[in-house]
Nanobody, 122 residues
Framework: QVQLVESGGGLVQAGGSLRLSCAAS????????MGWYRQAPGNQRELVAM???????NYADSVKGRFTIPMDNAKNTVYLQMNSLKSEDTAVFYC????????????????WGQGTQVTVSS
């Protein structure tokens, strides 16, 4: 199986910065993409940012220019650097990964982390 372990959430003042980390481990043949989603109370889960193994990135309009998503392919770890945080960024952030497992190297399965709370105080 594959596990995603997130870290780095917490409480920060508006205008501040946080960095989230997510490490994938287990029966990994290849990670094809990794990303971050978030879900605020009463809202649906939404894409924040995603990066492919080829370093192509996609950002939600609401975070462009403030968030970046570097990835360490060798460590199967993705980060979310969040700058200029706003109160509306408050949410549970979930890591997501597209993974080809060693047992099924031709199929990409999607895995989720347990979520980490980010709270931005105004």
């Amino acid at each position: 199986q594959v596990q995603l372990v997130e870290s780095g959430g917490g409480l920060v003042q508006a205008g501040g910065s946080l960095r989230l980390s997510c490490a994938a481990s287990g029966s990994i043949f290849r990670v094809t993409s990794m990303g971050w989603y978030r879900q605020a109370p009463g809202n649906q889960r939404e894409l924040v940012a995603m990066i492919t193994s080829g370093a192509n990135t996609n950002y939600a309009d609401s975070v462009k220019g403030r968030f970046t998503i570097p990835m360490d392919n060798a460590k199967n770890t993705v980060y979310l650097q969040m700058n200029s945080l706003k109160s509306e960024d408050t949410a549970v952030f979930y890591c997501n990964a597209g993974v080809r497992k060693t047992t099924t190297p031709l199929r990409t399965d999607v895995f989720w982390g347990q979520g980490t709370q980010v709270t931005v105080s105004s």
